[in-house]
């Protein structure tokens, strides 16, 4: 029964192994290799359509093995991958790509083929010339190639991955992607295969080039010593450019290519022989030529000094000795120079002083730009922008420097009128917020004085003069110590406050004050973190803002208000979050001017006071808001002790 199993199974498996045993002429029993290769991969390795392993690459292991004395079973792998290299399952790999990265996994034999990327897009396409062009675009491309590393170093290329490059072939053909980028020799095949030359275009035919080779397992150097004498073989003795030929035909037949060969030794005979008859016909068209260029340079240099004296920026260049080699038209008004400073040498003179200055500073690959104030005998000062940069080249290194200049004397007048027009304007509006605050209690005072000869013996008259009256002198009095607080210059009177403490602190009377209110007061703020500040200013600060928070949520459901804080890179920013109704767009910008307010009995200048103590001590305060969601004010407070 074992005899009968053993011979079913040999006459099963004798067939398959026969199939796909190496092309040599050695029996099976003597030493296999274990050959990995792509099935999908022409022309150097694919299955043919009797599913035998064909192409370039396993025709030169089959050669190299009959020559080797070695047999071979192939294995179908991705090539891309050494794992199974490494793990053992195969013992070498057909035309694998070298690469630093893989030699540190597997040995390689001397290179077999140098091949190159090329870049496919159908002919209609106007947009794809080159590798720049894939951006927002989607390509086609192998798993594991050499071009999808390149394509993955392409800033917005979107890459359709196909198991092999027949198969990212046939994405495009589908035209499931915008472009193919793959190895050109595959590209060649499928293409004559499938007859495709009509529609695509081969844009860039040379992208990466890189070397093919056998991948043995790492440390078998004697696999690979006798690998690198079969390829050294077969090229000796002719049979490797045999199958060169076979798998990689010329661009074009063979019979072409003899006669574009003979018709370049005739053309080159022809040249040869009327040589010395052109010879002096063709130096004097190389004297005319000669003469046109420098001529059309002559044009060329008159119209970029033109473009140069028409614009608005002063330009000089500097050699690297220092000598002005290039000034144009507006440089020399900005210097009130009368003759062209060409040739002049800037070092020691003091006309180009502030030049000389802005050269000796390190200016790094950006360049480097600021002011300088320009004062010369017999002419105004004048405010001048300039921008400086290195002049290098590869070969030379640096050549000089470039300076470009701008005269921002008349924008700098422009812009102190500009302030001025503003501070006129805020104290305008400062004088009418004071004039609405005063008149609205003098006007209401003035009309019980009025009636005050006719109604002093009315009782219901008394009592609301009574009550009204100093309600409204209170006002008044309201309004000016507001505005003594706003005019008095305050030195801060700083220390070190621990945050947590300090806002504790300042929220307690309000908690006890609002007790009967369902208000939560978080105080998030972490302990520990401590700021340098007049602590009564800013507990000023916090009153008005938590009084302004009271308010908001006056009419919410939910009534919170959360303080928290963080620092970072050294400054510290203090949030005060509530979930009133928040602030309307047009109100925001709005916020920090004096006398500005929303509220009935407001008078407008707590937000004012609060923005100029936290100026005083050098911070920021900003407000994020959503209407219907809240409010939050950001103190920001700079690092140290400001």
């Known amino acids: 029964m074992r005899k009968i199993i053993l011979c079913t199974l ?11 045993a190496a092309q040599t002429d050695l029996p099976f029993q003597q030493h296999v290799l274990r050959v990995g290769f792509e099935r999908d991969h022409p022309p150097f390795s694919y299955l043919d359509e009797n599913g035998r392993p064909s192409g370039f690459s396993v025709e030169l292991i089959g050669t190299i093995a009959r020559h080797a004395g070695l047999g071979l079973r192939y294995v179908a792998i991705e090539t891309s991958n050494p794992e199974p290299l490494d793990q053992g399952n195969i013992d070498l790999v057909l035309g694998m790509k070298y690469s630093a990265a893989h030699n540190e996994l597997v040995d390689f034999s001397e290179s077999y083929l140098s091949l190159s990327d090329a870049l496919v897009v159908p002919k209609e396409n106007k947009e794809i010339y080159n590798l720049s062009g894939l951006k927002g675009k989607t390509v086609a491309v192998q798993r594991g190639s050499s071009a999808y ?10 890459m359709n991955i196909a198991s092999s490059q027949t198969k990212a072939l046939e994405i495009l053909k589908h035209q499931r992607a915008d472009a193919f980028v793959g190895n050109y020799e595959v590209i060649r095949h499928y293409f004559t295969k499938h007859d495709l030359y009509s529609d695509y275009d081969v844009r860039v035919n040379s992208i990466h080039s890189y070397e093919y080779a056998f991948a ?87 119209f970029q000094q033109q473009i140069l004296d028409t614009i608005d920026n002063g330009i000089f260049s500097i050699n690297k000795d220092k000598i002005i080699r290039l000034a144009n038209k507006r440089a020399m008004e900005i210097w009130n120079l009368k003759t062209d400073p060409v040739n002049t040498c800037i070092s020691g003179s003091s006309l180009f002083r502030e030049i000389e200055r802005i050269l000796d500073l390190p200016l790094d690959e950006k360049g480097h ?77 003035k009309v019980f004085i009025e009636l ?8 219901r008259y008394r009592q ?56 939560q007061w978080i105080n998030a703020v972490v302990p520990g973190i401590s700021l340098y500040f007049d602590k009564q200013q800013m507990k000023q600060v916090f009153i008005n803002l938590i009084t302004n928070a009271i308010d908001a949520i006056s009419e919410s459901n939910v009534k919170a208000i959360t303080f928290e804080a963080e ?47 936290l100026s005083e001590h050098g911070g920021d305060i900003d407000v994020q808001s959503v209407p219907g969601k809240g409010t939050t004010f950001t103190l920001k407070f700079p690092g140290g002790e400001f």
């Open 149 to 158: 590393d390149i394509l993955e170093d392409i800033r917005n290329v979107r």
């Open 216 to 302: 043995v397992r790492k440390g078998n150097y004697e696999l690979v010593r006798r690998l690198n004498e079969g390829i050294k073989l077969v090229q000796q003795n002719g049979e490797y450019r045999r199958m060169y030929n076979h798998w990689f035909p010329p661009l074009f037949p063979q019979d072409t290519l003899w006669r574009q060969i003979a018709w370049l030794l005739g053309s080159v005979s022809i040249a040869v022989s009327m040589f010395m008859l052109f010879i002096y016909m063709m130096n004097k068209r190389l004297k005319r030529e000669i003469g046109r260029h420098t001529k059309r340079l002559r044009n060329y240099l008159t």
């Open 567 to 613: 620092t970072e890179d050294g400054c510290t920013s203090i949030r005060i979050i509530d979930t009133g109704a928040g602030i309307p767009d047009d109100e925001m910008s709005r916020l920090f001017q004096p006398f500005h307010t929303t509220k009935r009995n407001g008078v407008g200048l707590g937000l004012y006071i609060c923005y100029n103590i």
């Open 452 to 459: 005050l000869p006719y109604k002093i013996d009315d009782l």
């Open 10 to 20: 040999i006459l099963v498996w004798f067939p398959v192994i026969s199939g796909w």
């Open 464 to 519: 609301e003069f009574m009550k009204h009256v100093p309600a409204e002198l209170r006002r008044l009095n309201h309004v000016v110590e507001d505005l003594l607080d706003y005019t008095r210059s305050k030195v801060p009177v700083k220390e070190r406050v621990d945050l947590h403490e300090f806002l504790s602190s300042v929220m307690k009377p309000f908690e006890i004050q609002y007790a009967s209110q369902p208000i």
């Open 369 to 445: 730009e600021g002011e300088f104030v320009l004062i010369q005998e017999g002419s105004d000062e004048k405010l001048v922008h300039y921008y400086a940069a290195v002049l290098r080249n590869d070969l030379d290194g640096k050549l000089g420097w470039i300076i470009s200049m701008q005269d921002r004397t008349q924008e700098k007048n422009l812009q102190n009128k500009l302030v001025l027009q503003e501070k006129l304007r805020s104290l305008g509006q400062l004088i009418a917020g004071i004039a609405h605050e005063l008149r609205n209690p003098l006007t209401s005072m």
